[in-house]
């Protein structure tokens, strides 16, 4: 069974620094692109970010570019959002979610997000 | 930043047919945007249901499809069920890594 199992969220003061975690188990992670979505309270769905199977090629909205970083440690099949510079509009529940058919600048045949986890609450406040 | 437009609200009745759309601000949608739709209850996590279009996931009712009509993707829910009442988004891929969800339809199953 694909889990996607997000940690790290909480409050942090605007300017402060948090780094979210998505542990991925139930099939093979370092075959799959990830993306991070977010969504702020009452809100719809934002793309945030997105990162091959490699680690090697990665992508940001330009709501984040610059402040956060996205990477994975296929060894331990887990992705990570270091969040930097937090806004209160970053203020939103984050959800990782599995990426098909899509490598850098390209999708294949079909191209789509299947499994996504259960988010984490990012809360920024002073 | 590109704008994806879907129906703020809809509300049908059980048993009724009801198709919410998605348009791009760029122009007519085709089959290259490769089109997603997702269903999300409160409080729960997205999930998926159409993919490239016209595609359905293992789980994915029979009642639900998808399409293109008019310039824009379409699903589609024939017999409508109280529990598909939910918020439904869309997502088109607009090439490299640029991915934009429309605003969400809410829909209200009365």
């Known amino acids: 069974e694909v889990q996607l199992v997000e940690s790290g969220g909480g409050l942090v003061q605007p300017g402060g620094s948090l780094r979210l975690s998505c542990a991925a188990s139930g099939f093979t992670f370092n075959g799959y692109s990830m993306q991070w979505v977010r969504q702020a309270p009452g809100k719809g769905l934002e793309y945030v970010s997105a990162?091959?199977?490699?680690?090697?090629?990665?992508y940001y909205a330009n709501s984040v570019k610059d402040r956060f970083t996205v990477s994975r440690d296929n060894s331990k099949s887990t992705l990570f959002l270091q969040m930097g510079s937090l806004r209160t509009d970053d203020m939103a529940v984050y959800f990782c979610a599995r990426v098909r058919g899509w490598s850098p600048a390209s999708c294949a045949a079909d191209c789509y997000l299947d499994y996504w986890g259960q988010g984490a609450l990012v809360t920024v406040s002073s | 930043q590109t704008v994806v437009t879907q129906e703020p609200s809809l509300t049908v009745s059980p048993g009724e047919t009801v198709t919410l759309t998605c348009a791009s601000g760029?122009?007519?949608?085709?089959?290259?945007?490769?089109p997603n739709w997702f269903q999300q209850k409160p409080g729960q996590a997205p999930r998926a249901l159409i993919y490239s279009t016209t595609k359905k996931h293992s789980w994915t009712p029979a009642r639900f499809s998808g399409s293109l009509l008019g310039g824009k993707a379409a699903l589609t829910l024939s017999g409508v069920q109280p529990e598909d009442e939910a918020e439904y988004y869309c997502l088109l891929y607009y090439g490299g890594a640029d991915w934009v969800f429309g605003g969400g339809t809410k829909l209200t199953v009365l």
């Open positions: 760029t122009g007519a949608v085709t089959s290259a945007y490769y």
């Open positions: 990162i091959d199977s490699t680690g090697s090629a990665t």
